[in-house]
């Protein structure tokens, strides 16, 4: 039984300004030492000035979580990483389970079409 009691409701956009939400996700736990910690996941999704949303931090979302993304707009995902490298597989995972078709790399170079594929390259030392 965990101690973590997580922000309900998990995996629905929650409104934190004009054009933010936070989407609260599970639980995961974070190795501590010899022990490990339930750690809480949140993604923030921001509406840019040009319309389109920018997603950090993704969550592994589900069908209702997509589609209530896809009602607030279209995504210009932009990256972060941590170091973990299991972390990193489920993060892209997440991401490319969101089929984007415009991305900017933390490099800053965006690839306008089929953002999804270049993805897939760029992050398949991940996998």
Known sequence: MSAFLPYAPLNTPKAFGDQLWIVDGPEIRMDYGPTSIPFPTRMTVVRLA???????????????????????????????FWPRRARVRRAVAAILSWDCERVVMAHGLPYERDGAAELRRALRWAC
Not at 59 to 68: G, R, T, V, Y
């Open 50 to 80: 040009d319309g389109t949303l920018w997603v950090h931090s993704p969550i592994a979302p589900d069908k209702d979580l997509l589609s209530a993304i896809d009602r607030l707009g279209p995504i210009d995902l932009r990256l972060t």
